[in-house]
């Protein structure tokens, strides 16, 4: 099984900051990463598929690059909506396994 | 809108057995692969199951695997677990999940819904 970690497991941060979440998979996925956030109590929203396309409806303040086992999201301006719990996915290769996310919250 | 709606979960002791549905809405259900994830309160996601639109293509995560059952109703827009010899660490928030895709190949949870409490207790 492909193995997901994401650092840092938690961060503080405040509205306006930039935010940089890392994941990296046990062995190459070329880009086949995605992203979701949650709110408490809320089920995961999809955020970004294949490393860094934008799933239609997200904010542009969210981005995703990388490819093969090292891979990034990016926040570039914190907004109070934005506090949450993000997770990787590797959609490479069964079973589809998910990063054990990174809380983000206010500072 | 897209509309996953669960139901069917409760407490159920350990070996017992439950089986979850989720009505679907807002969408082409045949179009789509499905899957249940699940997610103990606090914890991460874990993948669980998924099934193709076409129901030709199964495939389980190892720790339910001989336990659970995967199965949908294109026409009555319908996605189905069916549960058997539960046990403690199957308790979890399950949700219904559409997939982007038609097939359970490079697999990517589209849309959520707000999911079903399992509680494995005696």
């Known amino acids: 099984d492909i193995q997901m970690t994401q650092s840092p497991s938690s961060l503080s941060a405040s509205v306006g900051d930039r935010v940089t979440i890392t994941c990296r998979a046990s062995?190459?996925?070329?880009?086949?990463l995605n992203w979701y956030q949650q709110k408490p109590g809320k089920a995961p929203t999809f955020l970004i598929y294949?490393?860094?396309n934008v799933q239609s409806g997200v904010p542009s303040r969210f981005s995703g690059s990388g490819s093969g086992t090292d891979f990034t999201l990016t926040i570039s301006s914190l907004q109070p909506e934005d506090f949450a719990t993000y997770y990787c996915?590797?959609?490479?290769?069964?079973?589809?396994?998910f990063g054990p996310g990174t809380k983000v919250d206010i500072q | 809108e897209v509309q996953l709606v669960e139901s069917g979960g409760g407490l159920v002791q350990p070996g017992g057995s439950l089986r979850l549905s989720c009505a679907a809405s807002?969408?082409?259900?045949?179009?789509?692969?499905m899957h249940w994830v699940r997610q103990v309160p606090g914890k991460g996601l874990e993948w669980v199951s998924g099934?193709?639109?076409?129901?030709?293509?199964?495939r389980f995560a190892d720790s339910v695997m001989g336990r659970f059952t995967i199965s949908r109703d294109n026409a009555k827009k319908s996605l189905f677990l069916q549960m058997r010899s539960l046990r403690p660490e199957d308790m979890a928030l399950y949700y219904c999940?559409?997939?982007?895709?038609?097939?359970?190949?490079?697999?990517?949870?589209?849309?959520w819904g707000q999911g079903t409490r399992v509680i494995v207790s005696s």
């Open positions: 999940v559409k997939d982007l895709g038609r097939d359970i190949t490079l697999v990517t949870m589209h849309h």
């Open positions: 807002g969408f082409n259900f045949d179009d789509y692969a």
């Open positions: 099934i193709s639109w076409n129901s030709g293509s199964l």
């Open positions: 062995q190459s996925i070329s880009t086949y």
């Open positions: 294949a490393a860094s």
């Open positions: 996915q590797q959609s490479h290769s069964p079973p589809w396994t």
